[in-house]
């Protein structure tokens, strides 16, 4: 089945300690990108990568990182939590520039 | 710069309504443009897409959406609103050139009244 998995779907964690939730795909896209979702502001992207070992910043990077070592994965990396990085996040990816882009499930994550 | 309004945070219609959804877009450039649903506690799934070919798109699950460039709206419908409808609901515009970024809109919560 073609599907865009996250892991883990729920993390609770505290200020500073660094977590890495990860993304892969199975439909060999060669577009991959990472967005939050929070209230009244819709999703908004973190980081996007072209290729392999392409990546660039979106719209609100400030806190993160990203990496893409492989076609399928593409990792989310938070060194030092805060806790207004406290969202729900989305990865997703996509074959070409007309195509639309397919969602993982997202992750909820909590900084306390 | 793209950007993405959608009118009506919320809206809520009686089961067998019309369903209408807003959304007025922004863009230099001839535009990509989406909508997306999200049940709850699901990731985003396409309902349709414009990509420059017919001006009325049909969608999944009875909608569709007409883009009409001298509006720049892209507005959703459906004829008859099912209880299964409720979500939330995303606009979503991208660029046909370079289209690294999908910009999305604050979103709509749809309710549907027995």
């Known amino acids: 089945e073609a599907q865009v998995t996250q892991n883990p779907r729920y993390l609770i964690t505290v200020t500073g300690k660094k977590l890495t939730v990860t993304c892969s795909q199975n439909?060999?896209?060669?577009?991959m990108s990472w967005y939050r979702q929070d209230p009244g502001l819709g999703l908004r992207q973190i980081y996007y990568?072209?290729?392999?070992?392409?990546?660039d910043k979106g719209d609100v990077p400030e806190g993160y990182k990203v990496s893409r070592k492989e076609k399928r994965n593409f990792p989310l990396i938070l060194e030092s939590p805060s806790p207004n990085q406290t969202s729900l996040y989305f990865c997703?990816?996509?074959?070409?520039?007309?195509?639309?882009?397919?969602f993982g499930p997202g992750t909820r994550l909590t900084v306390l | 710069a793209q950007s993405v309004t959608q009118l009506g945070s919320h809206v809520s219609v009686s089961e067998g309504a019309l369903v209408l959804l807003r959304c007025n877009y922004s863009?230099?450039?001839?535009?990509?443009l989406f909508w997306y649903v999200q049940y709850p506690n699901q990731g985003l799934q396409l309902l349709l897409k414009y990509t420059s070919a017919a001006t009325l798109v049909k969608g999944i699950n009875g909608f569709e959406a007409e883009f009409k460039k001298s509006e720049t709206s892209f507005h959703l419908t459906k004829p008859s609103a099912h209880m299964s409808d409720a979500a939330e609901y995303f606009c979503?515009?991208?660029?046909?050139?370079?289209?690294?970024?999908?910009?999305f809109g604050q979103g709509t919560r749809l309710t549907i009244n027995p």
């Open positions: 439909m060999n896209h060669e577009y």
């Open positions: 863009s230099s450039v001839p535009p990509y």
């Open positions: 990568s072209m290729n392999v070992e392409v990546t």
């Open positions: 997703a990816s996509r074959f070409g520039t007309r195509d639309e882009q397919f």
């Open positions: 979503a515009v991208s660029e046909i050139q370079g289209a690294q970024k999908l910009v």
